[in-house]
């Protein structure tokens, strides 16, 4: 007999997400890899994959995710942006009604302006004068608990970051269960039932459940997917991004990071604080302080060109690329040297908006299903880089998927 309708693997934005949506009408299990850390504790989630381990340094993209229960939104910088809804429609899923929805839930809003912190503002005024036009980032943060400390990404002291624990925490009240510290490995298909084989604590286990949901995440998703005969294609991408900075001779408070924007046609321009500026310039022999520091980061929609193999992951970048982050560069470089920067120095490429390993129409269809009936549903599913923070839309999948079951109930 089966122990559960649908076993979710993984609980970061969509696996929560669907969670969430069916879990009052169905005996639902989430099975996640990590576990269960205090907001103010993320940190201790974070997780790097390094590509092209056989590349100099200089072709190595890291990239960065979270093993925990709420998946990598503990770690986000709160930017709640829609991204991609219009692809995806073209796709036969239309997300609009359910991004409304997470908008709500999160009451995603622009920061208040008497929220912004002078590295913002600076970035703001001198763009406009460069004849750029910034706009200000609605974010999933509670505006009264935040304290602006700059320290979204190592999780939020404050509790004031929203992120899928949410979801997770209302799936587990509607009757979910979690299993934690669970990997889940291989989907196999029996008759009317799935096996789901994994390990917990070193520990061999099999569940079976009438139904299965994989939102792993499109580093993981991927291996799960070989492992179980679903061979999956070369084709991820991960907003690959820089950040460049330098030293200025006034200082600076602590602030929210990436409060505004400038939307380009492939790629993003933010302000964002790097620590590794300070390390950068330090081996450059020139002496730096937190307060002193001014960063811009170039996001760009990289090509979909990179594969997650059973060990090791392969991603760098085209040529095409490497020119999108010049383009981006050549602005933010303009925005240092009127904020005062003379000596510029840039971070090694990284990635935190890993996708497009198991696309739609092409290893799931418009209904989220693979060919063994099981479904996909995280940023695996994205056809191509939104090179702009994709977590709103993650979560609004989720949901669509969520209600995609409930109607077919
Ligand atoms: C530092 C950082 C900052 C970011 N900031 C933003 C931001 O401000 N705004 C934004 O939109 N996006 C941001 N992102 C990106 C965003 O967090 C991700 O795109 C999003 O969380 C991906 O959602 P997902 O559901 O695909 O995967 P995840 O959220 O990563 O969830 C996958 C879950 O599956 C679990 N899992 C993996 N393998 C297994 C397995 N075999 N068995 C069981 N469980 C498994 C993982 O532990 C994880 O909990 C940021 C990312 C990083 C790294």
């Known amino acids: 007999m089966n122990e559960y309708d649908y076993i979710i693997i993984g609980s970061g934005a969509s696996g929560a997400a669907v969670a969430e949506?069916?879990?009052?009408?169905?005996?639902?299990?989430?099975?996640?890899?990590?576990?269960?850390?205090?907001?103010?504790?993320?940190?201790?989630?974070?997780?790097?994959?390094?590509?092209c381990k056989d590349f100099d340094k200089?072709?190595?993209?890291?990239?960065?995710?979270?093993?925990?229960?709420?998946?990598?939104?503990?770690?986000?910088?709160?930017?709640?942006?829609?991204?991609?809804?219009?692809?995806?429609?073209?796709?036969?899923?239309?997300?609009?009604?359910e991004l409304d929805e997470v908008e709500k839930d999160f009451d995603i809003s622009p920061i208040p302006k008497n929220m912004l912190g002078e590295r913002t503002k600076l970035f703001i005024d001198i763009s406009k004068e460069l004849g750029f036009e910034s706009k200000i980032m609605?974010?999933?943060?509670?505006?009264?608990?935040?304290?602006?400390?700059?320290?979204?990404?190592?999780?939020?002291q404050f509790q004031a970051k929203k992120t899928s624990l949410y979801y997770v925490e209302k799936a587990i009240s509607k009757g979910a269960e979690l299993k934690t510290n669970f990997e889940a490995l291989k989907i196999i298909k029996r008759g009317n039932e799935y096996i789901v084989e994994g390990k917990q604590?070193?520990?061999?286990?099999?569940?079976?459940?009438?139904?299965?949901?994989?939102?792993?995440?499109?580093?993981?998703?991927?291996?799960?997917?070989?492992?179980?005969?679903?061979?999956?294609?070369?084709?991820?991408?991960v907003d690959v991004y820089v950040t460049i900075g330098g030293k200025v001779n006034y200082s600076f408070k602590e602030e929210i990071n990436m409060a505004a924007y400038i939307p380009f046609k492939d790629f993003m321009l933010s302000p964002y604080y790097s620590e590794r500026i300070i390390k950068i310039l330090g081996e450059e022999k020139i002496e730096s302080k937190r307060e002193n520091i001014i960063g811009i980061m170039t996001k760009i929609k990289d090509?979909?060109?990179?594969?997650?193999?059973?060990d090791y992951i392969e991603?760098?970048?085209?040529?095409?690329?490497?020119?999108?982050?010049?383009?981006?560069v050549a602005i933010a470089s303009q925005i240092l040297k009127k904020a005062g920067v003379d000596k510029i120095v840039s971070t090694?490429?990284?990635?935190?908006?890993?996708?497009?390993?198991?696309?739609?129409?092409?290893?799931?269809?418009?209904?989220?299903?693979?060919?063994?009936?099981?479904?996909?549903?995280?940023?695996s599913i994205l056809p191509e880089s939104p090179g702009a923070p994709p977590l709103l839309s993650l979560m609004a999948l989720g949901k669509k998927l969520g209600e995609n079951i409930l109607n077919s109930s």
């Open 303 to 310: 090509d979909s060109f990179g594969f997650v193999g059973k």
């Open 138 to 156: 609605p974010k999933m943060i509670d505006v009264k608990k935040c304290k602006n400390c700059g320290k979204c990404n190592m999780g939020c």
């Open 21 to 51: 949506k069916i879990s009052s009408e169905y005996d639902v299990l989430i099975l996640e890899k990590g576990s269960y850390l205090k907001l103010s504790e993320a940190h201790k989630g974070y997780f790097k994959s390094s590509s």
């Open 348 to 379: 090694e490429a990284a990635g935190a908006h890993p996708g497009g390993t198991a696309p739609l129409g092409i290893t799931v269809d418009n209904q989220f299903k693979t060919k063994m009936d099981f479904y996909v549903c995280d940023a």
């Open 201 to 237: 604590d070193e520990n061999h286990k099999s569940i079976s459940s009438k139904k299965v949901i994989v939102s792993a995440g499109a580093l993981d998703t991927p291996k799960i997917l070989n492992n179980s005969g679903i061979i999956t294609p070369k084709n991820l991408f």
């Open 58 to 97: 200089h072709g190595k993209v890291d990239i960065l995710s979270a093993n925990a229960v709420g998946g990598t939104t503990l770690l986000t910088i709160g930017n709640g942006i829609r991204t991609q809804e219009k692809k995806l429609e073209n796709l036969g899923i239309d997300i609009e009604k």
């Open 315 to 328: 991603k760098y970048c085209t040529g095409k690329d490497v020119q999108r982050i010049s383009n981006g």
